[in-house]
């Protein structure tokens, strides 16, 4: 908004889209943190207590599980990744439309400020995506 339409950025993104959007992203996240919690207290645990990963995280903890847990992680791995598609689609739709607003600009200077202003945000998620991505998607030893 602030790069689209910078004239409308206190109409359009007052505090009731701020109180709407910050209420969508702790919501989702405490659903996402009920699901987890609830599967966890549910397995009955019987393989030790050692997890052999850094965190603590629920594919690690279905391991230790002395049931079959295959539903449960597939369920939770559906979850999951519905979630980080969302963001992540949500994320790519955002910069497709800063750059082609960006595009639109005719002074140099312009496109400086408005690159200047995107890409630390746009390292920062590249950065935490891509170790996200090493993280959870390398092959298991």
Request: net charge positive.
């Amino acid at each position: 908004v602030a790069i689209c339409k910078p004239l409308h950025y206190g109409t359009l993104l007052g505090s009731r889209a701020c109180v709407h959007m910050a209420a969508a992203a702790w919501g989702s996240a405490f659903v996402c943190a009920v699901l987890h919690t609830a599967n966890t207290f549910s397995l009955p645990i019987c393989k030790g207590n050692a997890v052999a990963q850094f965190f603590c995280e629920m594919p690690q903890i279905l391991k230790l599980s002395c049931s079959d847990s295959y539903l449960r992680e597939v369920g939770l791995l559906v979850v999951t990744a519905c979630l980080v598609f969302g963001c992540f689609v949500f994320i790519v739709m955002s910069y497709v439309q800063i750059l082609r607003a960006v595009l639109r600009i005719p002074s140099e200077q312009g496109w400086h400020k408005a690159f200047s202003t995107c890409l630390p945000h746009l390292a920062v998620v590249s950065l935490y995506v891509s170790t996200a991505m090493f993280a959870y998607l390398k092959p298991p030893p």
